[in-house]
């Protein structure tokens, strides 16, 4: 090769691996302006944000292919500056911009003050070149219940069919949206700061962005903590589905042991468990109305995934009050219309960062038994839609990771709870264990999708670790808050 070509094959790949550890800030803020869609109550709360873009590559590995705008927003410091938290925002598909804009309640007084609180809009989410998609062939996303071998060729059809509409309608960042990625576009956004290290707080499926940015640039964190820790280690299908429906039918026994003993539980005397057999069996013969649109069905799935997501607080006050409205309710009269135009899909970066191949309808047939054995009410998983969702497209680039240590120069904080039904327990015990040394737990012995804003023991250890470094005493646990 001649020395001219050298260099500039070495130049392109010298720019596929590194970010600069160091440079001058060269982000230009921006307050954040009002957007469609705003209400007068999130308008107000816009004074103190800032709004920028970072250009960073389509594809990190070919970086000369292309380039698009990452939206991001800060809040800076009040006093006392530490640096700069980003924050990992959730889903797939949650928006770390609205965060930042509307959304700051999530942080404590004391992290506002001591830290410019950063975060953006992943990559196919929100203002970061949004996933978009017809919005026709999102509504006919075939049911996970799947009952035959035709069944399970529909949904491959229909999933190839929609990822081509996808790429169609959003462009070539459709085909790079993996964690790895992403990964690599917080690192851009840490060196546009003009920071040398950055602190992290993930949340949910943001969890499984700062233990991927740990481990790939450690020098560069100075401290991580995970809330409702994802664990991208379970090795099969199987194993996928068995840890998220424990985690749901935990946390359907925990609302069952509280409507025994509540007076102000809807359903406070009854058998909840044969009343939710008579609203899945309804649900099923296509006679249960939706509780969101009375006048259409709703699936057996859909009403397993609107009872998973009450648990996120929990409300369980709301969850009685519907359960009880739902199995008094006439049926519904009519069929959803066929929507048109384009819609978000916010589940397309899912199947970039997990494997879950199910093989052919036997095979899928086998764990819808398994988990109808093992769970007595949450027996579809909300979960199940992830695995089918992907079935039939290309493997994923970032498969789950075989188990294995994290080094990392600064031990994180870990925080999960007890009853959590989205992130279980066993997750974040799983975690645990992979960070070893460099890593502990706090355990909050309550429920709920998160427990840093609901509890203020965790609140507490949280700020002080991000402050100070100063981690608990492995083995803490902070008390259960009764939910409301």
């Not at 700069?84 to 609205?98: A, E, Q, W, Y």
């Not at 929100?126 to 035709?150: D, G, M, W």
């Not at 990625?181 to 602190?199: F, H, K, P």
Request: charged fraction near 20%; charge should be neutral.
């Amino acid at each position: 090769m001649r020395p001219t070509a050298w260099c500039a094959a070495l130049t392109v790949a010298l720019a596929t691996l590194t970010v600069p550890a160091t440079a001058a800030p060269s982000v230009d803020w921006s307050a954040c302006e009002p957007e469609p869609g705003d209400t007068p109550e999130e308008i107000a709360l816009l004074p103190g944000s800032e709004c920028a873009t970072v250009t960073v590559p389509i594809d990190w590995k070919h970086p000369a292919a292309g380039t698009f705008e990452l939206a991001i927003a800060r809040r800076k410091a009040q006093q006392q500056r530490v640096g700069v938290l980003v924050f990992g925002p959730g889903g797939p598909g949650d928006s770390g911009v609205d965060r930042i804009r509307t959304g700051m309640s999530r942080f404590s007084q004391q992290v506002e003050d001591r830290f410019d609180v950063v975060s953006f809009d992943p990559r196919g989410v929100a203002r970061s070149n949004a996933v978009r998609c017809s919005a026709a062939l999102v509504a006919r996303q075939p049911s996970p219940i799947l009952k035959s071998q035709r069944d399970f060729d529909d949904t491959i059809a229909h999933n190839r069919e929609l990822a081509a509409d996808c790429r169609k309608n959003t462009g070539p960042v459709y085909d790079h949206l993996d964690m790895l990625q992403t990964v690599r576009d917080v690192d851009a956004i840490r060196a546009a700061l003009g920071e040398s290290r950055i602190s992290f707080h993930g949340s949910s499926y943001g969890t499984l962005l700062g233990q991927q940015y740990a481990e790939r640039y450690p020098q560069r964190v100075r401290a991580v903590v995970l809330e409702s820790v994802f664990d991208h280690g379970p090795a099969t299908t199987g194993e996928f589905l068995d840890e998220q429906a424990w985690a749901g039918q935990d946390s359907f026994d925990e609302f069952v042991k509280w409507c025994t003993t509540a007076t102000t539980c809807a359903l406070h005397g009854q058998d909840v468990h044969a009343l939710w057999d008579r609203l899945i069996a309804r649900a099923d013969r296509g006679d249960l109305p939706d509780p969101q649109r009375p006048a259409y069905p709703i699936s057996p799935f859909q009403l397993s995934f609107v009872t998973f997501r009450t648990f996120y607080g929990p409300d369980w006050t709301r969850l009685a009050d519907l359960l009880a409205k739902l199995d008094q309710s006439p049926p519904p009269t009519a069929v959803p219309p066929v929507p048109s135009g384009l819609t978000s899909y916010p589940l397309a970066p899912f199947c970039r960062d997990f494997s879950l191949p199910v093989r052919d309808y036997r095979e899928y047939a086998g764990h819808l038994r398994r988990l109808a054995r093992d769970n007595q009410d949450l027996s579809y998983p909300a979960q199940l839609m992830a695995v089918t969702t992907c079935v039939g497209l290309p493997k994923a680039p970032n498969p789950q990771r075989e188990p294995s240590a994290y080094r990392l120069r600064t031990p994180a904080l870990l925080v999960n709870g007890l009853h959590d039904p989205a992130t279980g327990y066993n997750w974040a015990r799983s975690v645990a264990r992979q960070f070893g040394r460099d890593g502990v737990l706090l355990t909050y012995r309550g429920w709920g999708h998160g427990s840093y804003t609901t509890s203020p023991c965790v609140e507490q250890a949280v700020d002080r670790y991000l402050v100070t470094l100063a981690l608990p005493a492995r083995g803490s646990a902070c008390p259960s808050i009764p939910p409301s």
